[in-house]
Nanobody
Framework: QVQMVESGGGLVQAGGSLRLSCAAS????????MGWFRQAPGKVRELVAA????????YYADSVKGRFTISRDNAKNTVDLQMNTLKPEDTAGYYC??????????????????WGQGTQVTVSS
């Protein structure tokens, strides 16, 4: 059974930083394309960043480009999301997800097979 567990969320002031981490068990992350999604109350879940199996291809949503950095360590079976210059509009539940589908960057949430339980990020103004 594949499990993904996020950590690192919390409350931070605008302009601050947080680092989210996703640890997987039950399957090597090197076989999965990974993504970080977020969902705020009343809004649809959106892809924030995605990374290919090798780490050579990366995607960022326009809203976080230049502020967030996704990285993976296949040896440790982890995927991180470094979030800098946080804004109140970044407030949401953040979820890591893994996809076994073919392709380097998976943008469609429906194509992800495994999800973590989420970690809350709250940015105060």
């Amino acid at each position: 059974q594949v499990q993904m567990v996020e950590s690192g969320g919390g409350l931070v002031q605008a302009g601050g930083s947080l680092r989210l981490s996703c640890a997987a068990s039950g399957r090597s992350l090197s076989t999965l394309s990974m993504g970080w999604f977020r969902q705020a109350p009343g809004k649809v879940r959106e892809l924030v960043a995605a990374i290919s199996r090798s780490g050579n291809s990366i995607y960022y949503a326009d809203s976080v480009k230049g502020r967030f950095t996704i990285s993976r360590d296949n040896a440790k079976n982890t995927v991180d999301l470094q979030m800098n210059t946080l804004k109140p509009e970044d407030t949401a539940g953040y979820y890591c997800a893994g996809s076994g589908r073919m392709g380097t960057i998976i943008k469609n949430a429906l194509e992800y097979d495994y999800w973590g339980q989420g970690t809350q990020v709250t940015v105060s103004s």
